[in-house]
């Protein structure tokens, strides 16, 4: 017996063999959807369509009560979130200053002095390191 393999086709098919073969398909099923629906269908087209569309309005006007209680809901999480962190706040500011107050080792009048003499100092030595490199000469970037 004897085989010819010339005539055969050994190439992979195309994207466009997939999509016409899909698309094929796809007219079958709704050629084969719609003619079971012709067959089975338990009342005629239009009782059908005002029963789905009294269905799908009561589904809408349910889903919109449902979205409403949930922005509601996510309100008042926001809220109840933003009363906590003030709260937090507020507790946090009244335990730093009663500990700071209880163990402090000076005065808050030395302690604001010693502050300013301290940011004095700061500032004149920012000064003079700007004056430095303001007077030496600075390299060429260039070169």
Same mark, same amino acid.
């Given at each position: 017996?004897?085989?010819? +393999?010339?005539? +055969?086709?050994?190439?992979?098919? $195309? ?7 899909? #698309? ?11 003619? $079971? ?8 087209? $239009? ?11 009561? #589904? ?9 209680? #949930? ?17 937090? $706040? ?14 402090? /080792? ?32 600075? /390299?060429?970037?260039?070169?």
């Amino acid at each position: 017996m004897r085989t010819d +393999f010339d005539k +055969f086709e050994l190439e992979a098919p $195309t994207r466009e063999d997939e999509d016409s073969g899909f #698309l094929g398909m796809a007219l079958l099923a709704l050629a084969a959807g719609a003619g $079971t629906a012709l067959l089975f269908a338990p009342a005629e087209g $239009t009782k059908t369509r005002k029963l789905v569309g009294g269905r799908l309005r009561d #589904l809408r006007g349910g889903a919109e009560e449902a979205i409403e209680r #949930l922005q509601r809901e996510i309100r008042r999480r926001d809220v109840r979130r933003r009363r906590e962190r003030r709260f937090s $706040t507020l507790m946090g500011l009244a335990i730093g200053a009663g500990l700071a107050a209880l163990l402090v /080792p000076e005065s808050g009048r030395e302690t604001r002095r010693r502050l300013s003499d301290r940011l004095k100092r700061h500032k004149e030595e920012a000064e003079q390191a700007a004056e430095r490199v303001v007077r030496e000469p600075q /390299p060429d970037p260039a070169a």
